[in-house]
């Protein structure tokens, strides 16, 4: 203890309040270099690594907003191209629900009008065999008539004979109208 | 008696401390000196390191270091000197490290001791601010305007200016850089022999093995007062600091 207290009389004063001049050079030496040292080398890198990173970090923000609208902007067209479609695959699906109907409606008029053709020429032949069969008639019961009064008058004689005439006649005439 | 092993040591032993180098010169080193060499030397490492990992996101020494300079960049220049003060950060942040590092050997252990505590190192810091603020002032506004802004007060009657022109004078340039110097000497000091004072009644309590019963309460006391001072510490680095950059913004403005 003692060498502890001679040695700081002996480095200077003993009052607590003033300093030892060599206290003084040191300390402001090692400040004075610090100063020089940080100011010229060692907080510029530092500083410029922050400034550096700062700016990265707006630069990427802004990126990131820009990617965002980007993407917004996409995802709007993507919305009004699929509205879009949806439009046009309504459309072409009603066109084709009114082409359908329209064929339908062609395919059932053909139809019925080629079942009114056949149909009236159908009738036309029933109409001309008709007249056909008619005029035939006509002209065989003419024949027949002439026929019949030709035997008729034939057989007047024999009435029994007569009898047998017309009954052949009568079956001939099923024969024929078989 | 309970407390005659307590034996306090006269001030001057933990204050004055015999030169390990250079003795009898004027170049003498001893703790406090190598203390503020070491604070230097360590400010230096921190910030060569952080420079040197460079990585885009920080870690360790680096987030220490960027994240103090941040805090002096957005709280002390950017608050108090504005987009003007930004040159001034370097010296600022050195200012801040360099005080910051004296004070905290105050609770590392062996050690023990701030260098602030001792006159010869906040009396200089404070002496160099106050010319930089003064240098500052006449570059800034021109000798004349300078010391006319900062003497006379503006829109005071003249009969008021005998009075007010000396009290300026006082309190501008006497009484700043001795309050910036003894705000800081002071704080130190009295923590510096707070911490003795309760370690050596711990010691005396257990080595001497007096009064072991209430061993604790100093103990206690002191391991409290530990925590406090590396507040302390820190908070006067940081008044010191931004006091410095007040006085340096205040003489860049002509406002008065």
New interface residues.
């Given amino acids: 203890m003692t060498t502890v207290i001679l040695a700081a009389a002996a480095a200077g004063s003993s009052n607590p309040i003033l300093p030892a001049a060599g206290e003084i050079v040191w300390s402001v030496l090692s400040f004075a270099l610090l100063l020089l040292l940080l100011g010229k080398w060692a907080y510029p890198p530092v500083k410029k690594m922050m400034a550096d990173r700062a700016a990265k970090i707006r630069g990427d923000l802004d990126a990131a907003e820009l990617a965002r609208t980007e993407a917004q902007r996409t995802l709007e067209e993507y919305k009004e191209q699929l509205a879009q479609a949806k439009r046009d695959a309504t459309h072409i699906l009603d066109e084709a629900r009114q082409t359908a109907e329209a064929l339908r409606a062609d395919i059932l008029a053909k139809a019925e009008e080629d079942a009114a053709v056949v149909r009236a020429r159908n009738e036309e032949a029933l109409r001309i065999e008709r007249q056909r069969v008619i005029a035939e008639l006509r002209s065989e019961v003419g024949s027949l008539a002439l026929e019949l009064a030709e035997k008729i008058i034939d057989a007047e004689v024999d009435r029994a004979a007569s009898q047998t005439l017309i009954d052949s006649f009568i079956s001939e005439i099923g024969a024929t109208r078989a | 008696m309970l407390f005659a092993g307590i034996n306090f040591?006269?001030?001057?032993?933990v204050?004055?401390?015999?030169?390990i180098a250079?003795n009898g010169?004027?170049?003498?080193?001893?703790k406090?000196?190598?203390i503020?060499?070491v604070?230097?030397a360590l400010?230096?490492l921190l910030?060569?390191a952080?420079?040197k990992q460079?990585k885009?996101v920080p870690s360790g020494v680096q987030n220490f270091?960027?994240s103090i300079?941040?805090f002096i960049h957005n709280s002390i220049v950017m608050d108090v000197m504005g987009q003007e003060g930004v040159p001034w950060?370097?010296?600022l942040?050195?200012l801040f490290?360099?005080i910051f590092i004296c004070n905290i050997f105050e609770v590392i252990p062996f050690i023990q001791m701030p260098?602030t505590a001792?006159?010869?190192?906040p009396?200089?810091?404070a002496l160099?601010v106050w010319v930089t603020f003064i240098v500052v002032g006449i570059r800034a506004q021109g000798v004349r305007h300078y010391f006319k802004n900062a003497i006379i007060p503006q829109g005071v009657p003249g009969a008021l200016l005998i009075l007010l022109v000396p009290l300026e004078i006082l309190s501008n340039f006497i009484v700043r850089p001795f309050a910036l110097a003894v705000r800081l000497f002071g704080n130190m000091?009295a923590g510096h022999l707070l911490l003795l004072t309760f370690a050596v009644i711990s010691e005396a309590m257990f080595v001497k093995s007096v009064g072991l019963a209430i061993l604790p309460l100093p103990f206690a006391m002191l391991t409290a007062l530990t925590g406090y001072e590396i507040f302390v510490s820190a908070l006067q680095a940081f008044i010191f600091t931004i006091l410095s950059a007040l006085y340096i913004s205040e003489a860049m403005k002509s406002a008065h």
């Fill in positions: 040591p006269p001030i001057s032993d204050l004055n401390w015999r030169s250079f010169s004027p170049f003498a080193l001893n406090v000196g190598l503020t060499l604070a230097a400010t230096l910030f060569f952080a420079g460079g885009l270091v960027e300079v941040d950060a370097p010296y942040t050195g490290f360099f260098a001792r006159m010869s190192v009396a200089p810091l160099m000091l």
